[in-house]
């Protein structure tokens, strides 16, 4: 006999009103202070109680001050930030709320002098450290990849060449740096019969070659898939690793692209449009990362109605990422070429 399975009220989709504010109003309800916070987080990640990270044990731990949790077991204390995003922050847990409800109720994107003014921070620095974290958040480790039919391609985001005022000499010229300068964004696609597309995944690669695209696709798309790639070298062992390569051809020009591959046309020029709409086209190439991040992440959401319900989401995944330093963030940027 099948039996029906009871399952508890905090395992199923969460609730608006119940597992996130419904509006701002009701936001600042819930988080008075700074310990309303710790506990709302505590309910997030810990949502079959506490564990000690220390000892491994379960439900042993008393609750201190300060969201400090102390285990009978091993004496170890632990805090619902240890290890998390927010680890050793000095900025109150409410601003940081009030952060990723700003960021999730902003369509067109976030900019750090944006979320600086809003939250009131004195500091800039304050203000683009926070979003770099958050950004890490939005993808989530583990994440289902792509699946049915796929359209991968490649696509160049960088500035616009300039417009012809200049004399033929040195238009070239910049033309040429400009090009120079540009990143290759690699983009996945899920399509839809009878129309429509589903998820993205999007990446940056150093070049064209099998080597840089192959592992973008094993990542992004689930084998068994069908693949839709152009005629490319690059992806002619797709069907070794289990995918089905669907290779379509260019007739003619290259302004055919969106009738061959409409799923990556499109997401390309929304991705250009955001980062030229939001960030004024002044994103460097070693910063796109983040950004690409962000546009899967809203992307991926875009038919989520409810705005609470993404910053639940994002809340989720911050606690599941990994602390980073200031150092850290602003080597990597440095580095990350
Ligand atoms: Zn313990």
Redesign the pocket.
């Known amino acids: 006999m099948v039996q029906d399975v009871v399952v508890p009220d905090k395992l199923k989709m969460p609730v608006a009103g119940r597992d996130y504010p419904r509006t701002w109003d009701q936001f600042i309800d819930w988080f008075p202070d700074d310990e309303a916070c710790w506990r709302y987080l505590e309910g997030i990640r810990w949502k079959y109680g506490f564990v000690?990270?220390?000892?491994?044990?379960a439900g042993?731990?008393f609750h201190g001050s300060r969201g400090r949790w102390i285990?009978?077991?091993?004496?170890?204390q632990s805090t619902v930030t240890a290890g998390t995003v927010f680890d050793k922050t000095r900025t109150p847990l409410r601003s940081w709320l009030a952060a990723v409800w700003y960021i999730v109720n902003q369509k067109q994107g976030v900019t750090a002098l944006g979320l600086q003014r809003v939250l009131g921070f004195g500091s800039y620095q304050t203000a683009w450290a926070m979003l770099h974290r958050l950004r890490r958040a939005m993808i989530r480790p583990g994440r289902e990849r792509l699946h049915g039919l796929v359209e991968v391609d490649e696509s160049f985001v960088g500035r616009s060449p300039p417009n012809s005022t200049l004399d033929i000499k040195k238009k070239q010229k910049v033309t040429k740096k400009l090009k120079e300068q540009r990143s290759i964004v690699m983009v996945a696609v899920e399509i839809k019969e009878p129309k429509g597309f589903g998820r993205i995944r999007l990446q940056r690669v150093t070049n064209k070659s099998e080597k840089a695209v192959l592992p973008f696709v094993l990542d992004a798309v689930e084998p068994g898939s069908a693949v839709r790639t152009d005629g490319s070298a690059a992806y002619r062992t797709l069907e070794k690793y289990g995918y089905q390569r669907e290779k379509t051809v260019m007739l003619g020009a290259e302004d055919r692209a969106h009738v061959i591959m409409p799923g990556v046309h499109r997401v390309a020029a929304l991705l250009k449009r955001w980062l030229l709409g939001t960030h004024q086209g002044a994103v460097q190439p070693k910063q796109l990362d983040y950004y690409l991040d962000e546009f899967t992440f809203r992307f991926n959401r875009r038919t989520s109605r409810s705005r609470g319900l993404l910053f639940y989401r994002m809340l989720e995944q911050a606690l599941v990422t990994e602390p980073v330093t200031y150092a850290q963030i602003t080597r990597k940027e440095k580095h990350n070429i």
């Open positions: 000690c990270p220390g000892c491994g044990e042993v731990a285990c009978r077991h091993c004496r170890h």
